[in-house]
């Protein structure tokens, strides 16, 4: 037998089961590490489109058990290779080829669970991951084209179209320094950077297409603001007789805070007249956008200068109301007392809120009291009142509330 090779467990007989068991780790090792390689690349897609889930976190056990497994099978295939090529035996062979077969058999079972237990993400992830390059691609070409319209339309110089075609150029270079295949830029990362392309394309192109309206729109829009500014100035011109009968009529505190409304409506109407005539001439050198933005601050200060005519103007029509039949107000202030009262009663509140609401009617009377003299001080008591009606509505809010948290 000198000079003859042997077999590995010095035993003829063992030479077939050696080659089953060789047969058997090999099967087993490749079957683990096709799953793992599979998971894997799931895993790193994953970490690509969702980094949020930390999926590589929780695959990391899994990994090192599937690394542990497969040393194990290349460490004992190198000594039967080597036994084999020396003719000696495997130490303890058939206890440790059974044991890494277990081993690689977990291995791969653990990788299932984890696959499947995460399935439909890691399914979706893979999906997604393989579409971002193209997803890159068709919104470069959309957004080129974009850019190519804006340059060649007649409107380039529109300002929603400038700022259109500026957002889109932005980025654009962002996208483009990332790379359709740099690895060190995440697949999540381009995906963002291709949806905000793709949102600038899109409101590059809205611009584009209301452009042409924009002039009509203009128009439009002068024509209302200079109406609605000439009708300010017929209404302005009644606020210094307004502001004269509340003087004349009634205690000087009711009118002590509109004492500037004149003169303040008068700058919000030369405000509104200075932003309508630039308005005009934006119109008139062919950019309606400009023109449309003027008008709105016209309108603005339209607004502005009303409020203050009819701060005025209410305020007289108020005290005149409230002068004619000084009960009507306190009257109404009464009815709602009195429903706060019934509520109370009929949800069993009365311990919580009788004093309460009891303390009103007191109050009530006391605010009545206040208008005497020759020029009461209506105001003051319609004010009063006015927060005496704030206080009932948020009692009755609360014994609502109230009512309610005790049915539950």
């Known amino acids: 037998m000198a000079g003859r090779r042997r077999g590995w467990f010095r035993s003829s007989g063992d030479d077939q089961w050696i080659e089953q068991a060789r047969t058997s780790l090999v099967s087993a090792f490749l079957d683990m590490d096709q799953r793992q390689s599979a998971a894997e690349a799931a895993v790193l897609a994953s970490d690509q489109i969702s980094p949020e889930r930390a999926m590589a976190r929780r695959w ?51 990788v299932d669970q984890f696959y499947l237990g995460n399935q439909e993400h890691l399914e979706h992830a893979v999906a997604m ?49 990332a790379g359709n295949d740099d690895q060190s830029v995440s697949a999540s990362t381009k995906r963002e950077q291709a949806n905000r392309l793709q949102a600038a394309t899109r409101q590059l192109d809205q611009a584009l297409a209301a452009a042409p309206t924009r002039a009509h729109a203009a128009q439009t829009a002068l024509t209302s603001v200079s109406t609605r500014l000439s009708a300010v100035r017929t209404r302005s011109e009644g606020l210094a007789a307004a502001f004269s009968a509340l003087l004349r009529e009634f205690n000087a505190a009711s009118s002590a805070d509109l004492a500037n409304n004149e003169r303040e409506s008068e700058r919000a ?37 009303e409020e203050y005519v009819d701060a005025v103007t209410k305020r007289l029509a108020l005290l005149r109301e409230v002068r004619a039949d000084p009960q009507e107000k306190s009257k109404a202030v009464r009815f ?6 019934m509520l109370a009663v009929s949800r069993g509140l009365v311990a919580d809120w009788g004093s309460v609401l009891d303390a009103q009617v007191e109050r009530i009377d006391r605010i009545a009291e206040t208008l005497t003299g020759r020029h009461p001080d209506y105001l003051a008591y319609v004010t009063e009142l006015d927060t005496v009606t704030d206080f009932i509505a948020g009692v009755v809010d609360r014994m609502r509330k109230q009512a309610g948290q005790q049915r539950d």
């Open 336 to 341: 709602r007392l009195r429903d706060a009262q």
């Open 269 to 305: 109407t030369a405000a509104a007249e200075e932003a309508l005539g630039r308005a005009r001439a934006a119109a008139a050198n062919d950019d309606p956008e400009t023109a449309l933005d003027l008008t709105t601050a016209a309108r603005g200060h339209i607004g502005e200068a």
């Open 60 to 110: 990391e056990t899994l990994r090192a058990q599937c690394y542990a497994a497969a040393t194990a099978y290349l460490t004992l295939t190198e000594e039967m290779d080597a036994a084999k090529e020396a003719g000696t035996s495997v130490a303890d062979g058939r206890r440790r080829a059974d044991g890494v077969a277990r081993q690689l058999h977990e291995a791969a079972r653990g």
């Open 129 to 177: 991951l393989a579409t971002v390059p193209q997803l890159v691609r068709q919104v470069q070409a959309e957004a080129v084209a974009a850019r190519e319209r804006a340059d060649q339309s007649p409107y380039a110089r529109y300002p929603s179209v400038r700022a259109g075609a500026a957002a889109v150029d932005e980025v654009m270079i962002t996208l483009a320094a």
